[in-house]
Nanobody
Framework: QVQSVESGGGLVQAGGSLRLSCVASGRTSSNYAMGWFLQTPGKEREFVAAISWNGGTAYYTDSVKGRFTISIDNAKKTVYLQMNSLKPEDTAVYYC??????????????????????WGQGTQVTVSS
């Protein structure tokens, strides 16, 4: 069993920054992946960014490219999401996800909610205008 715990959400003004963190505990393979998804009321969970265990592969959804940066500390099994130039439309609950075994490098293997095995409880990000 793997658990993931997010932190770092909060309230920020438009144009500001936040840094989300997620620590994964438990057994994963040596080739795992971690990702961030967001969800707003009444909508499906959406892909934001994801990264391979060694940071060699990373993907972003188009709306956050150039503003968000995902990184990973494999020794700590911790993934970070640095969010800059935040916009009101970034407001959502952000979830950390863990894909326990990952030998795939294409976008679809990182961007689909169905690829992930474990999810955190979510952290609220609110961007005021």
């Amino acid at each position: 069993q793997v658990q993931s715990v997010e932190s770092g959400g909060g309230l920020v003004q438009a144009g500001g920054s936040l840094r989300l963190s997620c620590v994964a505990s438990g057994r994963t393979s040596s080739n795992y992946a971690m990702g961030w998804f967001l969800q707003t009321p009444g909508k499906e969970r959406e892909f934001v960014a994801a990264i391979s265990w060694n940071g060699g592969t990373a993907y972003y959804t188009d709306s956050v490219k150039g503003r968000f940066t995902i990184s990973i500390d494999n020794a700590k099994k911790t993934v970070y999401l640095q969010m800059n130039s935040l916009k009101p439309e970034d407001t959502a609950v952000y979830y950390c996800a863990v894909k326990r075994v990952n030998y795939c490098s294409v976008y679809g293997c990182y961007a689909s909610v169905n690829e992930y095995d474990y999810w955190g409880q979510g952290t609220q990000v609110t961007v005021s205008s």
